[in-house]
């Protein structure tokens, strides 16, 4: 369990991680005045331009400290709160709720400060640890009571991975009245009665999420019907009795959808269901259909023009019917994740993606991914127009597309505004290409590549060059399941490089990984 910060909405993409990152290592200082002097200017937002991009080393706890008291006090009650929440969130490690607890016994001072600062936390996630073959861990009550109980503010809850029963509501509805965000993730048995009080208890719900909850069409009925403040929905394989009829009964502010219809052999009547109410002023779509051929697309080109994202992940029959989402002319984002097994049956080739790439002309993130039995036919003929067809292109993501070659790559680099560009499992692409790529592109800033064969360690070399030559931007470089003997101690102040070794026996990246990966701002 842990706690979120305050700046993280679990809403805008409920497939990331939602946990607090707490920077646990302790910076060395340097001894000279000069050095301290620009960091106490930094203290009392006195430092000036050149002294920010001069110095690259940030300002630490101690800093804090001895810029807050210059003589410490003998007594550790005598700490001011600002100081005192310092500690917490560095050094007790604030984000584990069972450490910070105990630590109110210390005396009335520590409890006082510590429940003011958890009173003052808005998210928490609480998640079951799974076992492979065995269901979900049932849900321990009295403990997440007791949790609970320290965050009457609480405005943003995750429970994920748990057997659970009606009790759970019960308990929501006495420690959590304001809660706005709630996430069900995985947590199976509720009831359609304990449904029915979670949504006339917590009708003010901007944002829910019940993927993988095991629900019929009855019990999602109910959320539907009766929240209607609902800006954002997540069910993602929610049942297999699920129809999707209820969709019909959206809230006026439904803004964004996401939802599995995989367990439907013919998803048609739901698409319908879904249009005939709010759900055709929807901006944000995501959408898991089995039988892509028996889909009618145009349900959702004809009656839904003011897209401006949609994450799509299907099995594939026609590359002909791609063709019918280049309607969309205001989409934004767009994620294609083809899950088919047969090679021959690929919809995502040169001849269906053009239409799309010509026609949604404002795309700014461009996805698409393919499994490690599907190899994406489509190649440079389409992917080297986009330079000219979306000029507005910032983000690019492949997966196992491996008739991408470096003279793409040398295309790409031309898009002014591209910032991000992420390869996995492409086997056409080589240390030259990207090399070429760093040096000829102007703005990117955040370049990923996982699991491809003919690339080395030697890229860095170059990404070194870029950062030197752009020493006003920062630059990320993720390097994964590859082998690094060079040293990466002396890198510019404006480069970080990420390396992530591949673990034996670890699977292959799925099609679903690159849509995790994507989210409508950029990560950069």
Known sequence: MSLLPNAIDISEDSRRQCGQNIEGEKRGHKSDDETLSVKRRKLSGQSTEEEENDSPQEVTVEDWLSYMMPSPPNN??????????????????????????????????????????????????????????????????????????FYPNMRQLIVKNFTVSDHLVAILRQNVPKLERLSLYGCRNLSWKGLTILAVRFPQLKFIDVSNCELDENRLSILVENLQNLKIMNAINPGREVTGQCLSKLGPHIQDIWIGLNHMSNCNSALRALVSGNGKNLLHLGLIVNNYQTTEWSIITENMRQLKSLKLTFGSFRASSLKEFAKLKNLEFLV?????????????????????????????????????????????????????????????????????????????????????????????????????????????????????????????????????????????LFLESMNITKSLENLPPNLKIEVKAKAEGEAPPKANTLMDQTSNAANV
């Open 76 to 149: 550790i009650n005598d700490l001011c709160p600002e100081v005192f929440q310092i500690i917490i969130s560095k050094y007790l490690k604030s984000n584990n709720w069972r450490k910070l607890v105990p630590l109110r016994l210390v005396c009335k001072y520590w409890r006082s400060n510590i429940d003011a600062y958890l009173s003052s936390r808005h998210g928490f996630q609480y998640t079951g640890r799974l076992t492979k073959g065995t269901p979900p861990p049932v849900m321990n009550y009295y403990e997440f009571n007791a949790m609970l109980s």
């Open 336 to 476: 294609l994740a083809e899950d088919s097994r047969n090679e021959k049956e690929s919809v995502l080739t040169d001849e269906s993606l053009m239409p799309v790439l010509r026609g949604c002309s404002q795309l700014k993130s461009l996805a698409i991914a393919g499994t490690k039995a599907n190899t994406l036919r489509f190649t440079n003929r389409s992917i080297g127009q986009i330079p000219r067809l979306c000029p507005h292109m910032e983000q690019i993501r492949f997966l196992n597309a491996h008739n991408i070659d470096d003279n793409c790559l040398t295309q790409l680099a031309s898009i002014p505004s591209l910032l991000v560009l992420h390869l996995s499992s492409m086997n056409g692409i080589t240390d030259a290409g990207i090399k070429a790529f760093a040096k000829e592109s102007k703005r990117v800033r955040n370049f990923r590549v996982s699991d491809c064969p003919n690339v080395t360690e030697d890229i860095i070399d170059v990404w070194i060059e870029v950062a030197n030559n752009r020493s006003d931007e920062r630059i990320k």
